[in-house]
């Protein structure tokens, strides 16, 4: 999420979300924190998404929910694709009466103090834009995630001659995007895939499955073509995967010969030799069909030795082990499989180096702020911008919520952090998480809990009934008959002591019981579970 | 763990342990299941370990101590340092007395109705070796984990002249590493890391810090020589690296020149390009030397603007994330990170495709048994096997307990799976944790818990005091006075109509309270916390 201020005015730039690392247990979605735009609701202009994966839009329904309630409702602009991505995610969250603008990317308009015009960009799914904020100071270029794809799958390439045309008027702030600035060269043409996954196909005697992300619509007008090619039909396996294809086909970025698809049910009914299907579940997702299928437990898809899992996408960071795991369990059922390892069935959609320096020398910009990247990369895309001629300080290596800020005779600074980071959603709530209940989750999943209930007389403090010693997750307990004895006498005898010394407040005595019982614990499991004693007095 | 078993009497190869995944929630480490040496205690000869690696040798202690208390104490057979690494390893666990008997490699004896004889192979860790067993009905040859490096550092390369002989002579089974059967080709010579490593440090301005595995101690020699001749220092940081210094050194696999070494306190005192600091954590590992320095919290070393990192190691797979997170805090704090991308500052232990055909040539069993590797792994293998002329049906991919049996006349087939897998260590004890314990924490660390303690009167059954309600790791509960109030009477009102249907059993009681419960909270939260209700009768 990117947020540009003017003459007190606002345009986010995205709003994406990411999904939760191991250690944040229990947590579904990670939000950035917007505290800053909840504050300032009311001055915001518009929300413009540059492309619709969810790590530009995926965050849409929180922030739109959270500003309506502060009062304010900015329209959504995008391109078509990206708004119908848009309007599938706002109506699963049953957020109605959204203002969603169509922009044709050239187009250009005003929005407040501020002129918007979206560039038509390449990228691994369609209607991907740079955004360009003109402003009496001069132009913000937020590039969007991009590649400059010479001979896309649509035809369409980057628009260079309007980048180049916007650096020739000059250009104040380019902010680009650092995914792929670590790998040298030019990455390769999405239109380059097809053939390769063609002639991987016709190697295939068995069935073939492919996957590769649902919103890549011309990977998958590919993965068609090449069926076609072959005289095979295509099964679509998962929701997203259907859904994306109706979507993309509705807007005309899909066509489908006709007769070609087959519902998931009919698959069983072709001969191996005479079906393609293509899968969710490239990253190894625990509940997707490419996982379901691999664990023999998806209800259609039975897979068996001769098949042949193409993989035409490569591990997000973090997935690896999901995805290698997923390929030996498809191994150990005898399938053949098939990874950008093996042959060129994957194309990033993000510029390598010379894809950036090239953008650099198109936009010209006089300043550069990397973004998009973690750290690591936002350094070699500094490095870049200085090869290219970029002065030093001209290059701003920003982190989370600190404000570059540019002032009216156009000099630039980092200003004061505002609020920034992650917000987490679990279940229908977001909010802050992270201290206690993270803490608690991962120190029950660590050593589990032992409750132990103590029931004492309101007169005089004593024990009215033997202690209840419950446990959830502490392993080797069934045996431990011994340790449940020994906590209870331990409880009797704290509540004892606790009575001798006229010990009564319910607190107090909790914290006396967990401080017996946890050392009593340590000591014969060499574990530390929770302790929670619970004192009732009756 | 492999088991050779032949006239009654058993072999035990390696006995190693693994490191748990995330979703093996609170687990500290992995054996193998060792049920099957457990019952025919009495009938093992010997342990041998091929090297001194954790997934080789780790589980040593675990095994040993079980043993003994089936009244058997095996001697454990291996090299001079596999030997010193398993010493320090048993005395870490208090086990005394074993023997431990230092084996030279290429010289044979007898072991019961078998023939040892340990082969000098190459590998990441001095030391390493083959192990030969010779039956009356032929040779087994074990490679343990090996690479045919023809010019390591110690000048010793794998004996494949001892290979070549064995071959001649005639092999029953090979069992074959398939860590890299994958890459194509033969793996580099570690020998070419350590001038790589000298141009890497020579470029270098500011302090260098290396990480490589502890144990691999020929890597540490070449950083140690790299440092001495551009006259810089070595500090040894991380418990580990300074122990397996101090074992190299004593075996003499490590040369270090006097005054060389400087003392973890005294790296502050030395300028910055006069110090190499040799640190554990090349695998991202949360508590190991590196970690901290690059979170800033390492009590020694400040690393800062100006240093930089090599990475003189890949990462396990798996161990990704954490490599990544702590090479991105590094490039935070502004040092540089040098990785086995950027320089060819890493060599694998394990051989190449090539390697894997060489050894087949050498050693031209009639049995192959591909292992140590996954399903892909041994498939991949299995077709090398094929591709240097071993019979189809004379290649076994096995998979763990699955015993391949070779009857008199020498015709071999899988027999009837065993009892085999992973047993978990929780603390001090191991054992089956998996089902309950495992499920438990996965669904507190997955959404917390409730407990509601109710309190009845033993009489009639009616509430005597307010039921408390007390969560934890459930999330946004401290606004939740209206929930906490719901549940309270939901629990009055399930007990009364229980009251009133005569329900009296506790775990009828609870039961009901559960589902009363467990429908109110999900309705609410929209999460399944674990609910646990506990009816207190006084």
Redesign the interface.
């Known amino acids: 999420m990117t947020v540009v201020e003017h003459d007190g005015r606002i345009v986010v730039i995205d709003v994406g979300l990411r999904f939760p690392?191991?250690e944040m247990?229990?947590i579904d979605l990670v939000l950035p924190d917007f505290s800053y735009l909840r504050e300032r609701a009311r001055e915001i202009e518009a929300i413009v998404v540059t492309h619709g994966h969810e790590d530009h839009l995926g965050a849409l329904p929180w922030v739109l929910r959270d500003l309506r309630e502060q009062g304010a409702d900015p329209p959504v602009y995008g391109g078509a694709l990206t708004l119908a991505m848009a309007r599938s995610k706002l109506e699963e969250h049953k957020l109605k009466e959204v203002q969603l603008n169509d922009v044709q990317a050239g187009e250009a308009f005003e929005l407040g103090p501020f002129e918007l015009e979206l560039i038509h960009m390449t990228h691994s799914i369609p209607d991907s834009s740079a955004v360009a904020l003109g402003t009496e100071l001069g132009t913000v270029l937020i590039t969007g995630d991009y590649k400059f794809d010479q001979t896309p799958v649509d035809g369409a390439p980057a628009d260079v001659s309007r980048l180049a045309e916007l650096g020739r008027e000059g250009v104040l702030l380019l902010c680009g995007d650092s995914t792929n600035v670590d790998r040298p060269g030019f990455s390769p043409s999405e239109s380059l895939v097809g053939p390769h996954l063609e002639e991987v196909f016709a190697r295939c005697e068995g069935r073939i499955v492919v996957t590769s992300f649902a919103s890549n619509i011309h990977r998958v007008q590919q993965v068609i073509d090449a069926a076609a090619a072959l005289e095979r039909k295509v099964g679509l396996v998962g929701r997203s995967m259907r859904k994306n294809v109706a979507i993309g086909r509705s807007l005309g970025h899909v066509e489908v010969p006709d007769g070609l698809l087959v519902g998931v049910r009919e698959i069983e009914d072709f001969p191996d030799d005479r079906i393609v299907i293509l899968s969710t579940g490239s990253q190894g997702e625990p509940l997707s069909a490419l996982r379901r299928m691999a664990y023999r437990d998806h209800p259609q898809v039975k897979l068996h030795e001769g098949d042949t899992v193409v993989f035409s996408a490569t591990p997000v960071?973090?997935n690896?082990?999901a995805v290698?795991e997923t390929?030996?369990?498809l191994?150990?059922i005898g399938c053949d499989?098939v990874t950008s390892n093996d042959a060129p069935v994957h194309a990033s959609g993000h510029g390598y180096a010379e894809e950036v320096k090239l953008m650099l020398n198109l936009v010209k910009p006089r300043y550069v702020m990397p973004f998009h990247g973690?750290?690591?990369r936002l350094?070699l895309h500094a490095q870049l911008a200085e090869a290219v001629g970029v002065e030093p300080q001209c290059v701003f290596q920003g982190d989370n919520g600190l404000p570059l800020d540019i002032d009216a005779r156009g000099r630039a600074r980092f200003g004061a952090a505002e609020q920034a980071g992650m917000v987490?959603v679990?279940?229908?709530?977001i909010?802050d998480?992270a201290d206690v209940?993270?803490r608690?989750?991962?120190m029950?999943?660590?050593?589990?809990?032992f409750?132990v209930?103590a029931?004492i007389a309101e007169q005089d403090g004593r024990s009215?009934?033997a202690p209840?010693v419950?446990f959830?997750?502490?392993?080797?307990?069934d045996e431990a008959d011994e340790l449940v004895e020994e906590i209870k006498s331990t409880v009797e005898a704290s509540l004892a002591r606790a009575a001798g010394e006229e010990i009564r407040e319910i607190d107090l005595l909790q914290q006396l019981l967990h401080d017996d019982l946890a050392r009593l614990v340590y000591d014969r499991?060499?574990?530390r579970p929770?302790v929670?004693p619970?004192v009732?007095?009756?």
């Open positions: 690392t191991p247990v229990g960071p973090g690896e082990r290698n390929i030996d369990r191994f150990h499989v973690d750290f690591k350094r987490f679990d279940g229908v709530e909010g998480v209940a993270l608690d989750r991962r029950l999943s660590a050593d589990g809990i409750i209930v029931t009215v009934s209840e419950i959830r997750g502490v392993p080797f307990m499991l060499r574990r929770m929670l619970v009732v007095e009756v």
